[in-house]
């Protein structure tokens, strides 16, 4: 990826985030990226193709860091590890976190992206998976996601409203409220 080519997905991503679909123009990202809307389009044939590739990037991003895990063999600790590299990425990547939330049930997404992004999450799905067979985990691993990304978009939403609290504390807690929705 080019320098001007990273600069469009940066602002993209940053603008969107902010103002939503609707609300943002290519030529409004072209401004932010400092490249022309031609430019922009060299790259994305419209706005809905630069959202997609987007998400897809921006998912990427977010699965590559959380899925560095150290604990693959005790559900329970590598769930905590978990569960703090997302918090962590969310937290240190605010734009990026954001958009994800913003797009994950858009129909701006396509099938194909939608696709692909499962494919990206198959190493989440396929160690659940391990665990579900040796019934330490009770529910379908879809329901566990919606579950566990609902607990973090709160999660994130209380740290955002009360800054002057410990972060690892409000970790410890809201796994703690997590793991006995899922632990059977």
């Given amino acids: 990826m080019n320098d ?19 609300s943002t123009t290519t030529a409004e ?4 990226a400092k490249v022309s809307v031609g430019t922009l389009f060299n ?38 590890e978990l569960w703090g590299k ?6 240190n990547n605010q734009d990026i976190f954001r958009f994800i939330v913003i797009f994950r049930n858009s129909p701006v997404i396509t099938d194909e992206t939608i ?3 499962n494919d990206e999450s198959k190493f ?12 330490e985990v009770k529910m379908y691993y879809d329901l566990f996601s919606y579950i566990m990304f609902g607990c973090l978009i709160a999660t ?5 409203k009360n800054p002057e609290k410990e972060i ?12 006995d929705g899922v632990n059977p």
């Fill in 43 to 80: 790259y994305y044939s419209n706005k809905q193709q630069l959202v997609n590739e987007l998400y897809l990037y921006a998912n990427k991003d977010y699965c590559d860091y959380t899925k560095n895990l150290e604990e693959k063999n005790d559900f329970k600790k590598g769930m905590i």
């Fill in 156 to 160: 994130l939403e209380f740290i955002e």
């Fill in 4 to 22: 001007k080519q990273q600069r469009i997905i940066e602002s993209s991503i940053k603008i969107f985030s902010k103002k939503g679909y609707g």
């Fill in 168 to 179: 690892n504390h409000i970790k410890e807690i809201s796994f703690d409220y997590l793991w």
């Fill in 124 to 135: 989440f799905e396929n160690v659940y998976n391990k665990f579900r067979k040796r019934n």
């Fill in 86 to 91: 997302c918090i962590d990425y969310a937290l």
């Fill in 115 to 117: 696709k692909q992004i």
């Fill in 29 to 32: 990202i072209a401004r932010d």
